[in-house]
């Protein structure tokens, strides 16, 4: 490469608006559910992803439209609802910037553990179940305001959402880095990349002369080899990109776009891929996997289902860095070796 190589920089105006809109849906949120558990307003039903569950069973409330409106973006926007409007998102956000403001920086780890997200369906399929052998279909019915099958809910202390929180954000994000909770538990990830392979939907594509210089790679919350993905195929087509697009903002020659008009010629099409490999040995992703299965089936017994799968799999894959580091050494741990 003749030109200077840029050096890190930071999100720029795209990604302060992503942050924007992640905060006032946080308001939104927060307002929501003030009037649902102090006002009682129950008649406009809850915003919910147990939707998902409801729309299986035929009931149409609020959940339910809520998801359908949610796979009908998909069809046509990819996974944009993950990188700007997921509540999940905004705190993963905060808690990188509060990091960042500590001067501490998470090394961004991946591990084969990830595959457990699959088992994080099993606390919404169950009411479905449920629900199908007491009632079948015939209870099918449009009703805004009722919540049935319901799965359980995120807690409803202050102490309790502050806990749950902490957990899937400052614990998951300190050991595995950023977007920890997207990339390592959140079952509706797997979900959504079945959309990814929907022809027409937009893509992080090479609009511009992409000059090699790693930025996009360094800034990716979601540790996706975006540089190899675009001098080889000329777009990113990694299942794993939720359209944040830090990528887009921070790119110094301006060479990515989100779009799906058709991408430059790729430069390097006989580039080999790269994968995103595990930093940990295959028996320490063994643990970290069961752990994390044991901690969601332990915490979804009755009557904690639903969102509770994710705190319970959280501590297992917190607890397992640390049976990790008791087999191996501490200084076997890959967060620890921090490369800033
Ligand atoms: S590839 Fe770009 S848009 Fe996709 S997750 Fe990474 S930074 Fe965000
Ligand atoms: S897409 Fe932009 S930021 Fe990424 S390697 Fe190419 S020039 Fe650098």
């Known amino acids: 490469m003749s030109r200077p190589i840029p050096q890190r920089r930071r999100p720029g105006q795209l990604n302060r608006i992503r942050i924007g809109v992640l905060t006032a849906l946080c308001a939104a949120l927060a307002a929501h559910m003030y009037a649902w558990y102090y006002l009682d307003w129950r008649s406009i039903g809850k ?45 993963q956000d905060y808690t990188e910037a509060i990091y960042r403001w500590i001067g501490f920086r998470p090394k961004l ?33 449009v009703n805004l305001g009722k919540v049935e099958p319901w799965t359980g809910d995120l807690p409803q202390t202050l102490l309790g959402t502050v806990f749950y929180f902490a957990t899937v954000t400052f614990g998951l994000t300190a050991l595995f880095g950023r977007r920890a909770f997207c990339r390592l538990v959140c079952p509706f990830a797997l979900f959504f990349q079945l959309f990814e392979r929907i022809p027409w939907i937009p893509r992080i594509t090479q609009a511009g002369r992409c000059i090699g210089c790693d930025v996009c790679d360094q800034t990716c919350p979601m540790g996706i080899s975006v540089e190899n993905e675009i001098l080889r195929q000329g777009k990113v087509t990694d299942p794993e990109c939720i359209r944040c697009m830090i ?10 776009k989100y779009t799906n008009a058709p991408a430059r010629p790729a430069q390097q099409p006989d580039l080999a891929p790269t994968f995103r490999e595990s930093a940990f040995p295959v028996w320490a992703d ?4 069961t752990l994390a299965v044991i901690g969601g089936v332990w915490i979804t017994m009755p009557p904690y289902t639903g969102f509770y799968v994710f705190l319970g799999a959280s501590w297992g894959l917190i607890v ?14 890959p967060a620890l070796k921090r490369t800033a």
């Not at 990528?247 to 990515?256: H, I, N, R, T």
């Not at 397992?320 to 741990?333: P, T, Y």
């Open 47 to 91: 915003f919910s992803f147990s939707g998902l569950a409801s729309v299986m069973v035929g009931h149409v409330n609020t959940a339910a439209v809520f998801c359908l409106v949610l796979v009908l973006s998909l069809l046509f926007v990819g996974r944009l609802f993950c990188g700007w409007l997921c509540k999940l998102s905004a705190f």
């Open 109 to 141: 780890l991946h591990t084969r553990a990830r595959m457990v997200r699959l088992f994080m369906f099993v606390p919404y399929f169950l009411p479905v179940l449920y629900t199908w052998r007491e009632v079948g279909l015939t209870t099918a019915y």
């Open 247 to 256: 990528c887009v903002d921070v790119c110094p020659v301006k060479a990515l």
């Open 286 to 289: 063994a643990i970290l996997a």
């Open 320 to 333: 397992g860095v640390g049976a990790v580091a008791m087999v191996a050494g501490v200084a076997a741990i």
